[in-house]
């Protein structure tokens, strides 16, 4: 079985300052790690993810994440944000192989002008 | 050109009734997806068909009925509705089994009273 944890549920933070939204997870076997962002009334819509090699990846909008095998973590940031990036962002796992996703419960990322 | 489109948006209904929500894909992925996203912004995937063929049937009352009359097409039929069915219905499609990105519609809003 495989499991997400998002530690904040509502993360504020004043606009240009930097930022880092926390996911851990388990998994029995090797996984597959994305991010996704909801803005608000909208569909989700991928930020960035990990399959496989360098464990530092880069998404849209100048988020990155890195890949913690030891510690079970997949954490995202972003240097300086912006009002845009307000929204909802769920980090999410899938067991290579399979069709099943299963989300963490959300990050509220709040910036605040 | 939206890649994965639901219909409706919106949908009000009483409880009883008998619904269905329509999900299309125009990116020729094999594997589409239903989820629900509760009031707390939870999401849980409920069914996934890859090339027509049901793969995962998660823990979902038999009042919801998947149909997939073809790989770009997969609808959700929804009867006796009740007060707890009221969430936001995304429909999301990947191109193989291995879910290594998904692209989601942008939701259906559904409302029993």
């Known amino acids: 079985a495989q499991s997400v944890t998002q530690l904040d549920s509502q993360v504020p933070v004043f606009e240009e300052a930097p930022v880092e939204l926390r996911c851990n997870y388990s998994s029995s076997v090797s996984v597959y790690l994305f991010w996704y962002v909801q803005y608000p009334n909208q569909g989700l819509q991928l930020l960035l993810k990990y399959l496989s090699g360098s464990t530092l990846v880069k998404g849209i909008n100048g988020f990155e994440a890195e890949f913690n095998k030891s510690q079970t973590s997949f954490h995202v940031r972003k240097p300086s944000v912006h009002i845009s990036d307000t929204a909802e962002y769920f980090c999410a796992v899938s067991a290579g192989g399979y069709q099943k996703v299963t989300f963490g419960t959300g990050t509220k990322l709040q910036v605040i002008p | 050109d939206t890649a994965v489109s639901q219909t409706p948006k919106y949908l009000v209904t009483q409880m009883g009734n008998d619904k269905s929500i329509k999900c299309e894909q125009n990116l020729g992925h094999d594997t589409m997806y239903w989820y629900k996203q509760d009031s707390k912004k939870f999401l849980k995937i409920m069914f996934s068909?890859?090339?027509?063929?049901?793969?995962i049937n998660e823990t979902v009352p038999n009042r919801f009925s998947p149909k997939s009359p073809d790989k770009a097409h997969l609808n959700l039929h929804i009867n006796s509705l009740e007060l707890g069915d009221s969430a936001v219905y995304f429909c999301?499609?990947?191109?193989?089994?291995?879910?290594?990105?998904?692209?989601f519609g942008q939701g259906t809003r559904l409302t029993v009273v």
């Open positions: 999301a499609s990947s191109q193989n089994q291995g879910f290594t990105e998904a692209f």
């Open positions: 068909y890859n090339n027509k063929e049901l793969i």
